[in-house]
């Protein structure tokens, strides 16, 4: 018994050993990835900057230099989109940074579905509340076979 927890033990050591060392592997190449796949490239082509394949970018060269340099800086995401959003201004980003006015961009999308869904159904269930009301002195059309007949009359001169 003694010597399977001793063995237990010696692998939990091991694994946490080797996970330690394993979590600051390729941290920067990560980080970059994550960034430049949150960030658009300035040049207009409307592409995210570590994919922009706009022939002849004269920016997005540029911008991938300065991402390199920010994050072997060892700076935070926030500072580091901060940075870009002082250079480029904030079209550099592929969304909004969660914080201050730009909730709004988050919010106002959610809020405007749910009133849109809310005022579609009050007017469906408004709609199925109405009921023709019968107009008094209106006649009414009795069943006979004379209007089949003319419904059918109907129904084949209507035809294409």
Known sequence: MRKLLR?????????FTIALATIGAGSTDEKFSSIGHKMMC?????QILLECNHVGCPDSDRMIKE???????GGSDTSIFNWFTAKYGPTVLAAPIRG?????AWITPVVVFILALGGTAWLVRRWKGRHMIA?????SIPYSPENDA??????????Y
Do not use: H, K, W, Y
């Open 67 to 73: 991402l390199r340099a920010q994050v072997a800086t």
């Open 150 to 159: 003319v419904r059918e009359r109907i129904r084949r001169e209507t035809e």
């Open 42 to 46: 300035v040049c207009s082509c409307g």
């Open 7 to 15: 063995s237990r033990v010696l692998q939990m050591v091991f694994v």
């Open 135 to 139: 107009v008094a002195g209106a006649p």
């Open 100 to 104: 201050g006015f730009d909730n709004a």
